[in-house]
C-alpha cells in the first residue's frame, strides 16, 4: 500500500550523480516513509535530471535553476566575451522553458553566495539572480534562495557584505512571487528581515549536531520554517559522516521539534501544510 505524504524534504539533490548507483532505492526508501521530495538544479542538466525523476515518481518534484557559484564559474572562464553572453543567453532562455513544467515548484537554487565567490564574481550573480526572478515572476513560481554571507561577518571588500541584505534588496525590488533562504545560515536580524518581507527560511540536519541554529529556531513563527536536507550534504545524526538522503528529513523534523520545546507531531503536520501551501502542491 502507498505511504501518504507526511514529510516534504523541500531541498535536496537526489538528481545529482552521487546517487546514480542507487538512485531508486533512495527514491522509495522515501516514499516508504511518507517523505515527499523536492529536487533542485543547481545547472541546466541537473534541473533536467530532477525534472525527469519528478516526471516518473509521484512523490516527487522539481525546482530549476543556476547555483550561483555556478554563474561565477562560468565567467570566471576565459573566452570570447560575445560567445560568452550568447551562451548565458541560451542558458537562460533553457530554463524560462523547463520553468513551465508542471512539475517545477519553484526557481532556484539562485541567489547571491559571498563565501565561494571573489568579488569580481559578484556582478555577474546579481544579473544572473534578478534572471531567475524575472522567470520565477513569469511562471508565477516561488523561489529558492540560496544565500551566504563573506568569511567573515560584514566582509567588508564584498560588495554590501551581507548577503542577505543584498538578496532582500533585489528581492524587494524585482520579486512578485514568495521565497525562502534554503539553509538559512545568517543572523536573528537577517531572518526577522526576511519575515517582514514576507519570506520562508529552510533549515537541515545541521539543527542535529550544533547548537548555532537553536535561536533562530525558537525565534521564528513555525510557519515561517521549513525542513530540508540539502542531501547528498549534511547528514543529520544518527546517520552523520554518511551520504545524506531525503528520508532523513524526519530527524530535522524532529530537532525542529526538541528545539522549540513544542510537540513533534504538531510540528510536523505544520511544516507539512506550509510546504504545501508555498510550493503549491496538492
Ligand atoms: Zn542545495
Known amino acids: 500500500m502507498k505511504k501518504a505524504i507526511e514529510y516534504i524534504d523541500i531541498h535536496g539533490h537526489i538528481n545529482f550523480p552521487e546517487y546514480d548507483a542507487d538512485r531508486e532505492e533512495v527514491i522509495k526508501r522515501a516514499a516508504e516513509a511518507g517523505v515527499g521530495i523536492i529536487s533542485v538544479g543547481t545547472d541546466i542538466e541537473s534541473s533536467s535530471k530532477a525534472i525527469e525523476l519528478a516526471e516518473t515518481h509521484e512523490n516527487m518534484w522539481a525546482v530549476v535553476g543556476v547555483h550561483p557559484t555556478e554563474i561565477s564559474n562560468a565567467t570566471a572562464r576565459e573566452g570570447n566575451r560575445s560567445e560568452k553572453a550568447a551562451e548565458e543567453m541560451s542558458y537562460f532562455q533553457e530554463l524560462r522553458r523547463l520553468a513551465i513544467h508542471p512539475k517545477v515548484v519553484a526557481i532556484g537554487e539562485c541567489g547571491l553566495d559571498y563565501f565561494h565567490t571573489n568579488e569580481a564574481d559578484i556582478p555577474a550573480q546579481v544579473e544572473a539572480f534578478e534572471k531567475h526572478?524575472?522567470?520565477?515572476?513569469?511562471?508565477?513560481?516561488?523561489?529558492?534562495?540560496?544565500?551566504?554571507?563573506?568569511?567573515?561577518?560584514?566582509?567588508?571588500?564584498?560588495?554590501?557584505?551581507?548577503?542577505y541584505k543584498d538578496a532582500l534588496a533585489i528581492l524587494k525590488k524585482s520579486s512578485q512571487v514568495p521565497f525562502n533562504f534554503h539553509f538559512f545560515a545568517g543572523s536573528v536580524e537577517n531572518m526577522k528581515e526576511i519575515f517582514v518581507q514576507g519570506g520562508t527560511?529552510?533549515?537541515?540536519?545541521?539543527?542535529?549536531?550544533?547548537?548555532?541554529?537553536?535561536?533562530?529556531?525558537?525565534?521564528?513563527?513555525?510557519?515561517?520554517?521549513?525542513?530540508?536536507?540539502?542531501?547528498?550534504?549534511?547528514?543529520?545524526?544518527?546517520?552523520?559522516?554518511?551520504?545524506?538522503?531525503p528520508a532523513f528529513v524526519i530527524?530535522?523534523?524532529?530537532?525542529?521539534?526538541?528545539?522549540?520545546?513544542?510537540?513533534e507531531e504538531k510540528v510536523r503536520m505544520v511544516l507539512l501544510e506550509d510546504a504545501r501551501g508555498f510550493f503549491n502542491i496538492r
Open 201 to 245: 527560511v529552510s533549515f537541515t540536519g545541521v539543527l542535529t549536531f550544533t547548537h548555532n541554529y537553536d535561536e533562530l529556531i525558537k525565534q521564528a513563527p513555525i510557519d515561517k520554517i521549513m525542513s530540508e536536507t540539502d542531501c547528498p550534504y549534511v547528514s543529520p545524526v544518527p546517520h552523520r559522516g554518511k551520504r545524506n538522503e
Open 133 to 163: 526572478i524575472s522567470i520565477a515572476n513569469e511562471a508565477k513560481k516561488p523561489l529558492m534562495l540560496h544565500v551566504r554571507n563573506g568569511k567573515k561577518k560584514g566582509d567588508s571588500n564584498l560588495t554590501g557584505g551581507d548577503a
Open 251 to 263: 530527524e530535522v523534523v524532529k530537532a525542529i521539534a526538541r528545539i522549540r520545546g513544542e510537540d
